[in-house]
């Protein structure tokens, strides 16, 4: 139902627009037969978990599909990236240079690994991290340089290569939100000494859960595929600190349904975004747009609001979420904040994007009515925002933020 009064809004007691919640993830469901047909062969070879043939295949087309030498599959990114790091990091060394603006368990990854990270500010055009940004804090103590791509653009990947050359700091990339993307038409995947992915069900490849590392680096590939099997090298000889890391066979199933559909994903992907570019055109706010020239996952859609919205970026999610449209804030609070032990760190960028910057609702769940219903919620909401903010701020409706 359109708004037309201010009380039609969810928040002032109208009734909320969507019965069944909106999120920003993927959620890519690819088709039941597709999936069931991988998932029986397990009736077939009888083998569950521990480097199956589903693992096998699937790592092989990670491996092609990213042009690179090699691919390592693992139960989560968390894990892959908690390995990885620990694999590379320079030996005595306790410092991981990486932005502050990232996935919100980050520094616990870092700490797990036994290390502290070190924050770098974001550039304000990409949102993403560059040599200019990481060079002024290299010291003795960097044990590694993290290069995390931001949610739709990337970050000066040859940059940082150049700058790991020159420091002789290995580079690890945490790739997660670049999936599927090039950088003057070179594949993601095999810059650095290794890229980190996710296939949590949110990602654009879902594999309920999941993560892969990929490389041309075969000794590091092999290092990590021992470390994520509890660290044997062959039965009874342990080389390794290793853990139980691994993907197991069902997981890879659907991630091999979700590889075989990625031109489905994308062509749905591509229809949310440019719905959007149209509905959210007159408003003053900037969508974060994907390079035509090279190719994308088109997943996500990023806005940063403008002054004139009046309200802040928060009370404009609260006003989505009541209608259940479940906005959400960009990577907040940033882990400079967010963390303990970073009071002296001021990162001016990242600051003011995280405060004003948000990621709209797209994925399977949501259709071009849907983009629509949005869009004309956000213009409803700007052309009216004199009075919602005396309403918001005299009624005391406060955001509470809520763990995604
Ligand atoms: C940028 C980034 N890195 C790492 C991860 C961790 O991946 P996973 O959820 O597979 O453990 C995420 C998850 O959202 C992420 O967004």
């Known amino acids: 139902m359109k ?15 969507f019965d069944i919640p909106k999120p920003t993830s993927g959620l890519y469901r690819p088709s ?22 589903l693992v096998r295949e699937l790592e092989k087309r990670l491996a092609e599909l990213h042009g690179t030498a090699s691919c390592a599959t693992f139960c989560s990114g968390f894990m892959a990236l908690l390995l990885s790091i620990y694999a590379l990091a320079l030996p005595g060394c306790t410092e991981v240079i990486m932005p502050s603006a990232t996935y919100r368990r980050m520094a616990a990854i870092v700490r797990w690994a036994g290390m502290e990270p070190c924050f770098t500010d974001i550039d ?28 739709v653009n990337m970050s000066a990947a040859e940059d940082l290569e150049m700058l790991s050359a020159e420091s002789g700091i290995p580079l690890l990339f945490d790739s997660v939100e670049a999936a599927y993307g090039t950088i003057a038409g070179r594949k993601i995947g095999g810059f650095g000494r290794a890229e980190v992915f996710s296939m949590h069900a949110s990602k654009f490849i879902n594999g309920f859960e999941g993560g892969y590392i990929t490389t041309n680096d075969l000794e590091l590939r092999d290092k990590l595929k021992r470390m994520e099997a509890f660290g044997f090298q062959k039965r009874d000889v342990i080389t390794e600190l290793g853990c139980n890391a691994k993907l197991n066979e069902l997981h890879a199933a659907m991630s091999l349904a979700c590889l075989d559909e990625i031109e ?7 229809i949310i975004f440019k719905r959007y570019k149209s509905g959210l055109e007159g408003l003053p706010l900037h969508l974060f747009k994907y390079a035509t020239n090279e190719t994308r996952t088109w997943k996500n859609v990023v806005v940063k609001f403008e002054e004139e919205w009046e309200l802040t970026r928060d009370e404009l999610l609260q006003l989505l979420e009541a209608e259940n449209i479940l906005a959400r804030p960009y990577y907040t609070p940033p882990l400079h904040i967010a963390e303990q032990g970073f009071v002296t760190t001021v990162l001016p960028v990242t600051e003011a994007i995280t405060a004003s910057t948000c990621v709209l609702p797209s994925g399977t769940h ?39």
Request: aromatic share 8%; charged share 25%; net charge positive.
């Open 32 to 53: 039941e037969e597709r999936f069931l047909s991988y998932a029986r062969s397990l009736f077939t070879t009888q083998q569950l978990t521990n480097n199956g043939p």
């Open 124 to 151: 304000p055009q990409t949102l993403g991290v560059n040599a200019e940004l990481f060079r002024p804090l290299i010291s003795t103590k960097t044990a590694l340089l993290l290069g995390v791509h931001p949610i």
């Open 3 to 17: 708004k037309r009064y201010i009380d039609d809004l969810a928040l002032f007691g109208g009734s909320n627009l």
């Open 366 to 404: 949501v259709s071009e009515q849907d983009v629509d219903i949005i869009s004309d919620t956000l213009h409803f909401i700007y052309k009216h925002r004199q009075m919602l903010k005396v309403m918001l701020r005299e009624k005391g409706h406060m955001y509470e933020k809520k763990p995604l």
């Open 264 to 270: 489905e994903q994308l062509r749905h992907n591509k």
